[in-house]
């Protein structure tokens, strides 16, 4: 928010138009009016947040101000609806003010509207006209396409996206923990972590679960014991369901459930008298590379091969397995058009005004039964990303799944 809206009035606005505001006379026509509050509200969504000012001069001072009724609604109500035809709807406030303190004029019956819009992490956001916009520097404009994809983008790579690890626990390595890591730059807040069932060393500490966690990011894992390197097995059992409930700073909820097996998943240490250092140090060596493997530069937060665990050739094997005929149209289509990377779903005899300078790939609904549950599963290996808009389902090949496709097959 670029303003304190709690103790605000028009002597805190700048003497122009900027990035951060948007002024419009009290002399625009309604309908005009109504238009403009959309579009600004999907620009400033878009691009980090600002402040909609109706009731004002190009220099921020009132004239005169809007009257308090439109028709028989409230001014208000008639702003508050407006906002809400925007999709998704922003995080905003409306503030009605009264009082010029000096700074022009204010009618008796009349009102400067304030609409204050917060920085969106759920972008692009679409204005009523079913356009996105974005703030150049005091103007609002139509966002091309390019910019609507990497808010898409942005978007995908805001979310929290946690995964697991077992470690053997530093300074006590007879000591197995189990690790809620983030993926992503974006925390996870509200994190609940229950696993089932419970670890034999962990069977009298039910009522501990679910643990809470206010907040895991990269900076911030979540280790807790749950074995010894003797007997890990046996301690901590097989089949074991790890179930995480988590939250973005959005508000959106998620979750990540899993299938544990200690066997495997920590270093042997085997430690005696005669060799009990050069053991230590190969054992810290060893997780200090699996540690390694888990940092994520903040220069390269935006690149879904940094991001996301390598697939491995079992997870290829398994979708082929699954959708042969999807995969064999991608991996015709990429043969031929090798930097393609983004493709759309639709149905045949559809009109469709393609991007000269984005080729994009098309599969039908009539050649693939279930096309969109098909995608679910490459979208669940983050093979593939959604970057939906215009009503076009659009999605972009990741960079794994491009080199898999585009590997000659053996028999």
Known sequence: MKIDLGNFDLTQLPSAEDDNFEFKSSRTCLEDLKKKLSCAVSAFA?????????????????????????GRQDLRDWADQIVNQVEPVPKYEIKIISDSVGRGVIQSDSAVLLVAVYESHAGPHMAHDNCYYIRAGAHTVKAKHFIVDAIWAKRHFSKPRLTHLFRLKPE???????????????????????????????????NLFPLQISVIDQDNPFFFDVATHSQADKLFGE?????????????????YNTRLGISGSVPPVTLTINDASA?????????????????????????????????????????ESLIPELLADMRSDL?????????????????YCEDTNNFTLKYYFEDHAYLRNKLRILENQALVYEITYNDAPRFVISEELAAYLRKPQTD
């Open 335 to 351: 043969q031929n058009c090798p930097f393609a990377r983004q493709f759309i779903i639709m149905n045949k005899g559809v009109m």
């Open 172 to 206: 006590k390595e007879q000591a197995i923990q189990l690790g809620i890591l983030s993926l992503t730059d974006a925390p996870a807040i509200e994190v609940k972590v229950n696993i089932s069932p419970l670890p034999k060393i962990m069977s009298n500490l039910g």
């Open 279 to 319: 053991k230590i140090v190969t054992a810290l060596e060893s997780i200090n590379k699996a540690l390694l493997k888990l940092a994520v530069p903040h220069k390269n937060i935006a690149k879904p091969s940094f991001l996301l665990p390598q697939p491995s050739e079992s997870v290829f094997l398994n979708i």
């Open 239 to 255: 089949n074991v369901l790890l179930e995480v409930e988590y939250k973005a700073l959005s508000g959106h909820s998620y979750n």
């Open 46 to 70: 878009n691009s980090g947040g600002g402040c909609f000012i109706a009731g004002v001069d190009s220099h921020g001072n009132a004239d005169n101000g809007l009257h308090l009724k439109v």
